[in-house]
């Protein structure tokens, strides 16, 4: 889509363009956790979607291209001055609320607070815990953020200032790491494999007539667009006149069917229709499509045996699914799509290698948002870096190395999924602790490591969203402008250093002022969700194990299995199944969003053996359509819950 796209003549970053890209971060890293936490409206930083920026950007250019353009034309948004704002403002989505800052500041406040001579943390811990790295209940710091300040007193910022510097060495490089990984293999997914970008297909449908006499997007003239607009639109205004009346019935447009069960032990299929899925979904391709729902089907039929025949393995860790048989299958299946992705990679890679050591001085990297040198280099350094910082707080240096590898797997699998697959809503089997944990075992494992394990979960986990696929996607972006790839990476490091720092000063300042215990997300900020690591590897402390070979073994399982099915993939042109689904095979987000997965592949099935491609690019405007109607009504219904419902917000966007 993006090949018939026309540059305009500018295209440099220009200084508009900036301005918009950092009113964008600010307001980002200000509302989302706003509407999160004291709203219970919609979470628009807990997935990979990113609304929040987009619905921004279409703002601006309601603006600038629609009212200001009547006074003087030289008003207009170029696509690159719509592109870049909404680029740094995904880089600031993805560290706003639950992808960096509340699980970090969670697990930050959790050792000195929430612990009690039950759960016997100060005897496991206390010992092991770095003044520099955790924040003490001083001067009623922590209880005064969960209840929020006494009147006449001040916040007590001091006893955060310390442990945040700290921590953001280790949050600032790991980011940065993440950049010279996406540089690194920008070239070999964008050019070489040619990814879809489903996701990518939106702002890049905005180019289409921005640069036009019209200077707005051409799907905005097409009346099908408009119908696909209108279905989730008025249903959500529809509901909105509910929120203030229950004569009004509320139309179930989030909500459920009753759900598909296949017989007793086997889970059961929920059944909703969700636009945005269907709306994103109808830019995937049909194989990937096939695959998340044939191999959730296949999942359920798994677990349903398993149930049956009565087959458990022990022990339970949260951040990963209910099931431990399967989240280790697919965790094997997973890597196994990341090291099949690299292999494929390995003359890239080879010779990106090669020009960072001046061996490769014929390869062009002038379109990279970074110099292949400064990539490899930032990289390794950054990753020893990180091994040393983890090595201070505690960890031994062979778990750290560990650690840090399956940090970045993660986030390279998830973001060649979003690349591939355009799922909004996708996590990781499980989190890199856990992996960590289960492979070598805790017997093998000090206490200093273990304690510094746990405080690693917030700031190297993946939990419920992360921040790299972001910059993957900018990445495929980056196309638009044909000289401000350099200057893309400074505004994607501003994006970044500013969207974390503000969004960790903001939600503590939020919390001092109205007490976390009142924030409408019952998971983080002194809850269950800062006790998940202390206490479940405090378990692993108590209860010593070695490599867990029950778990392993369906991790050879789910290798072996997702191994077969890439190489029949590579060897058969005609096979209809992306393995890619194996791995997300019953996985908590999934199971949320799969009936509306299949709904879209049965259609744009049906619509490709009609009339092909040319009908699938004429359905294009209407699943558009879907999508901003979506992204308006949320947006219209968050402006009601500000204006007329705060602290009892309504939720349409987001799964948490």
């Not at 996607?473 to 500013?498: C, D, M, N, P, V």
Request: charged share 10%; with cysteine.
């Amino acid at each position: 889509m993006a090949e018939n796209v026309r540059h305009s003549g500018t295209s440099d970053i220009t200084r508009r363009s900036i301005i918009l890209g950092l009113i964008t971060v600010v307001a980002i890293a200000l509302i989302v956790p706003y509407f999160q936490y004291t709203m219970a409206s919609s979470m628009l930083g807990a997935d990979h979607f990113h609304l929040g920026p987009l619905i921004l950007c279409f703002f601006y250019l309601l603006i600038f291209n629609v009212v200001l353009v009547r006074w003087n034309e030289r008003w207009a948004l170029t696509p690159q001055e719509f592109i870049l704002p909404l680029i740094m403002g995904m880089t600031a989505s993805g560290l706003s609320t639950n992808g960096m800052s509340a699980p970090f500041l969670s697990m930050l406040m959790a050792p000195y607070f929430m612990a009690t001579p039950e759960n016997r943390w100060a005897e496991y811990f206390y010992a092991y815990l770095k003044p520099w790295a955790t924040v003490k209940n001083t001067g009623h710091a922590l209880t005064w953020l969960v209840d929020g300040l006494p009147d006449g007193q001040a916040a007590p910022w001091a006893v955060w200032v310390i442990p945040l510097f700290w921590w953001l060495t280790l949050i600032l490089p790991v980011i940065f790491m993440a950049l010279c990984l996406t540089v690194i293999i920008r070239r070999q997914w964008v050019e070489h494999e040619k990814l879809v970008f489903p996701m990518m297909q939106i702002p890049l449908s905005f180019a289409r007539g921005m640069d036009s006499s019209r200077h707005i997007p051409d799907f905005l003239t097409d009346k099908r667009f408009w119908f696909g607009f209108a279905i989730p639109f008025g249903v959500i205004v529809y509901n909105i006149i509910g929120y203030f009346t229950p004569v009004v019935p509320r139309f179930p447009y989030f909500g459920y069917a009753p759900a598909i069960s296949f017989g007793e032990g086997f889970p059961a299929i929920d059944v909703n229709f969700l636009p945005i899925i269907l709306g994103v979904s109808y830019f995937v391709n049909l194989d990937v499509l096939a695959g998340l729902w044939f191999f959730f089907l296949t999942g359920i039929i798994q677990v349903g045996i398993a149930n049956r025949v009565g087959y458990v393995i022990p022990g339970y860790d949260n951040y990963t699914s209910e099931i431990a048989m399967l989240d280790w299958q697919n965790m094997g299946a997973f890597l196994v799509f990341v090291g099949w992705g690299l292999w494929r990679a390995r003359h890239h890679i080879r010779d990106v290698v090669a020009k960072a050591f001046g061996r490769r001085p014929d390869l062009d990297d002038s379109k990279e948002m970074l110099p292949y040198r400064v990539a490899v280099f930032g990289l390794l350094g950054g990753f020893v870096y990180a091994v040393v910082w983890l090595h201070t707080l505690g960890m031994h240096y062979g778990i750290a190395v560990f650690l840090l590898f399956a940090v970045f797997l993660i986030y390279l699998g998830v973001s060649r999924i979003i690349a591939e697959a355009g799922i909004p809503f996708v996590r990781s089997p499980m989190t890199p602790q856990v992996l960590v944990f289960y492979s070598v075992g805790s017997i093998n494992m000090s206490a200093p490591t273990m304690t510094a394990m746990a405080q690693t979960y917030g700031p190297l986990g993946e939990i419920k969203s992360t921040f790299m696929p972001a910059l993957v996607q900018a990445s495929k972006l980056s196309e638009f402008g044909r000289r401000w790839h350099r200057g893309l990476a400074w505004a994607i490091g501003a994006a970044a250093t500013i969207g974390v720092v503000l969004a960790l000063v903001y939600t503590l300042y939020l919390g001092y002022d109205q007490g976390t215990r009142q924030f409408t997300n019952g998971w983080w900020f002194g809850r269950i969700g800062s006790t998940i690591p202390f206490d479940q590897t405090l378990v692993k402390m108590r209860n010593p194990f070695g490599p867990d070979w029950s778990r392993l073994t369906f991790f050879g399982i789910g290798s072996t299995l997702m191994l077969l099915l890439m190489s029949l993939r590579a060897s058969l042109p005609w096979w209809p199944i992306h393995p890619l689904g194996f791995m997300l095979a019953y996985s908590w987000p999934q199971r949320n969003i799969v009936s509306s997965i299949f709904l879209c592949w049965l259609i744009k099935r049906v619509m490709m053996w009609v009339g092909g491609i040319e009908l699938y690019r004429k359905g294009q405007p209407f699943f558009l359509g879907l999508i901003f109607g979506v992204g308006c009504g949320v947006a219209l219904s968050m402006v009601v819950d500000f204006i007329w419902f705060p602290h009892a917000g309504h939720s349409l966007f987001g799964i948490d």
